[in-house]
C-alpha cells in the first residue's frame, strides 16, 4: 500500500471514531438529561375514613307508640274491651310532648274503635310545684276528648315552677284508685322524659315499689307500658308486665330489661328465670297466631324440682296474662311423671284439659319424690290425651335434668318424637343439660323435639348439669 493510501485509510478511520465519539456523546447527553427527570410518583391508595360507626339511633314517634300498644291490646280478639291508663308526666320540660300527646291520642284511637266501641280512657298526672309531689287522677270516662282537654290544661299549666313529681307513685295510686274491669287486660301508658322516682325514703325504695308496682299489675291484669328514657326501672316494669318500653326521643339508647351483656355476648335475662322462660313460650305461641290450643305441661316430680315450684307457677301466672291479652281460646292439661331413685319403674298420671290456672298450679306444688324418666312420660302419656277436634295440641316439657335412657323398654329418642308428632302437636322445652364432657351440653332429645315440631328449646335455670358416670351435681 502507497503512503498515499495508507493517508487516506487513516483519515477514514479518525472520521468513524469521531462519528463514534459523537453518537457517544449524544447517548451520554440523553442519559444524563433523562437522569435529571423525576420519573412519575406511584399513586397511593386513599382509604377513605369510614368515621365513627352509626349509633343505633331510635325513632322516637309518641303516635306510633300509642297506635302499637292499641294494636297489642286488640289483636287476636273480636270485639275486645279495652281500658287505657294514661300516667302523664306534667313538668315545664314535658310541654312539647303534651302537645304531641295530646294530638296523636286520635291515632290510638283509630286503632282501637276499627275493633270495638267498647273503651275507657283514665289519667294520672303527676308533676311537683316548689319541690311538693301533686298526683291527680281522672277517673274512667268513654268520652277521649275529656282526656284531651286535661292534657291540653296540662300543658297551659306547665309553668316555670312546675317540675318533674314523683312517677312511680302515680303508677301505684292508679293502680290501688282505680276500678279495673275483669276478664280486661288494662293497657298502663307512662309518658315522661325524666326518670321515674319515689317519694318513699327508705333502703332500697325504688326496688321495693317496683316490686309493688309489679305485684299490683299482676293482680288485676295490668300492662305497664313506657314512652320514657333509658333508665333500668322503666324497662323492668314493663318487662316484668308483658308490656312494652317506647322512646320519647331519639337520644335514648334502646332499651330491654330482658337484655344483659357479659364480655361481647349478649344474651337473654329471661333465661336465667323461670318465669322469663314461660312468658318467652308464651309470646312465641301467641306470635305463631294459632287458634284454639290445648296446653298440657309434661311436669317432673323428682326431687331436684322441688325448689323450683313457686318460679313455675309466677311464670303460669305470666302466660295466662299474654294469653289473655292476645285474647287467644287455651286450656290447661298436665301430665305429672316420676320414678322411685336408682331407676325404678315409672308412675305417668295424665289429667286432660280443661284445667283452671289454679288447679294447674295446685298440681305443680304437690310434693316431689325420687327420680324421673321423661320418654316415659312422653310415650305412655301423650297418647291418652284427650284433645277435641279443632284444638291445637301443644306440649310444654318442665324439667332440671337430662332426658334418661329407657333402652330395656325399648323407649328410644326416635320413638318419643315420632309420638309427639303423631299427635300433631308443637313442643316447648325448659329443659337440662348432659355432660360437661360431652360435645354439647344440651339434651339431644329436648332439643330436637322442640326443633322438629317448630317449638322452642330452653334449658332451666339451676339445672342438674351430669358428670358423667361420677352422678350429677353441678347445677348450672
Avoid at 6 to 35: D, E, F, P
Wanted: charged share 25%.
Amino acid at each position: 500500500m502507497t503512503f498515499i493510501e495508507r493517508v487516506l485509510v487513516c483519515k477514514r478511520q479518525q472520521k468513524i471514531w469521531i462519528c463514534c465519539l459523537c453518537v457517544v456523546g449524544i447517548l451520554v447527553g440523553t442519559l444524563q438529561a433523562m437522569a435529571q427527570v423525576r420519573p412519575p410518583r406511584r399513586r397511593h391508595r386513599v382509604l377513605v375514613d369510614p368515621g365513627p360507626k352509626k349509633k343505633d339511633v331510635l325513632k322516637a314517634d309518641i303516635g306510633a307508640s300509642l297506635k302499637d300498644i292499641a294494636e297489642r291490646t286488640t289483636r287476636h280478639a273480636q270485639n275486645p274491651q279495652v281500658d287505657i291508663v294514661l300516667v302523664v308526666d306534667g313538668s315545664r320540660r314535658m310541654g312539647a310532648h303534651l302537645v304531641d300527646l295530646q294530638k296523636r291520642i286520635v291515632d290510638m284511637l283509630g286503632v282501637i274503635e276499627a275493633k270495638t266501641l267498647d273503651y275507657r280512657f283514665a289519667l294520672v298526672s303527676f308533676y311537683a310545684v316548689s319541690g311538693e309531689p301533686r298526683a291527680v287522677l281522672h277517673q274512667w270516662t268513654f268520652d277521649h276528648l275529656a282526656i284531651t282537654n286535661v292534657l291540653e290544661d296540662m300543658r297551659v299549666e306547665s309553668g316555670n315552677n312546675i317540675e318533674s313529681g314523683y312517677g312511680l307513685d302515680a303508677v301505684v295510686k292508679g293502680l290501688n284508685e282505680l276500678e279495673f274491669r275483669p276478664e280486661v287486660t288494662t293497657q298502663f301508658v307512662v309518658v315522661t322524659n325524666s326518670r321515674l322516682r319515689t317519694s318513699w325514703t327508705d333502703a332500697k325504695a325504688k326496688n321495693r315499689i317496683s316490686e309493688q308496682i309489679i305485684n299490683l299489675s299482676h293482680q288485676n291484669n295490668v300492662q305497664l307500658n313506657c314512652i320514657g328514657i333509658s333508665e333500668r326501672v322503666q324497662a323492668e316494669i314493663t318487662d316484668e308486665t308483658t308490656g312494652k318500653w317506647y322512646p320519647i326521643d331519639s337520644n335514648q339508647r334502646r332499651m330491654d330489661g330482658q337484655r344483659i351483656q357479659s364480655g361481647a355476648t349478649i344474651a337473654d335475662k329471661a333465661l336465667l328465670r323461670v318465669d322469663g322462660l314461660f312468658q318467652r313460650i308464651a309470646e312465641h305461641l301467641v306470635a305463631s297466631l294459632p287458634g284454639k290450643v290445648d296446653i298440657v305441661f309434661i311436669y317432673d316430680y323428682s326431687l331436684s324440682m322441688e325448689p323450683k315450684t313457686e318460679a313455675t307457677c309466677e311464670g303460669l301466672d305470666i302466660m295466662v296474662s299474654v294469653f289473655q291479652a292476645a285474647g287467644l281460646d287455651y286450656r290447661f292439661g298436665i301430665i305429672r311423671f316420676w320414678a322411685a331413685v336408682g331407676g325404678g319403674e315409672s308412675t305417668v298420671v295424665v289429667t286432660n284439659p280443661p284445667l283452671e290456672p289454679e288447679q294447674v298450679k295446685s298440681m305443680f306444688r304437690l310434693p316431689k319424690s325420687g327420680d324421673e324418666h321423661l320418654l316415659d312420660a312422653v310415650i305412655e302419656g301423650v297418647p291418652k290425651l284427650q284433645t277435641e277436634d279443632g284444638r291445637d295440641l301443644v306440649l310444654i316439657i318442665v324439667t332440671d335434668e337430662p332426658t334418661s335412657k329407657r333402652t330395656e323398654k325399648g323407649y328410644t329418642v326416635g320413638r318419643a318424637i315420632s309420638t309427639c308428632r303423631g299427635a300433631y302437636a308443637k313442643v316447648y322445652v325448659i329443659g337440662g343439660v348432659t355432660s360437661m364432657q360431652s360435645g354439647s351440653m344440651t339434651d339431644n332429645f329436648q332439643r330436637q323435639v322442640a326443633q322438629l315440631t317448630k317449638g322452642e328449646h330452653y334449658v332451666m335455670p339451676g339445672a342438674v348439669i351430669w358428670r358423667g358416670t361420677g352422678g350429677a351435681d353441678k347445677r348450672r
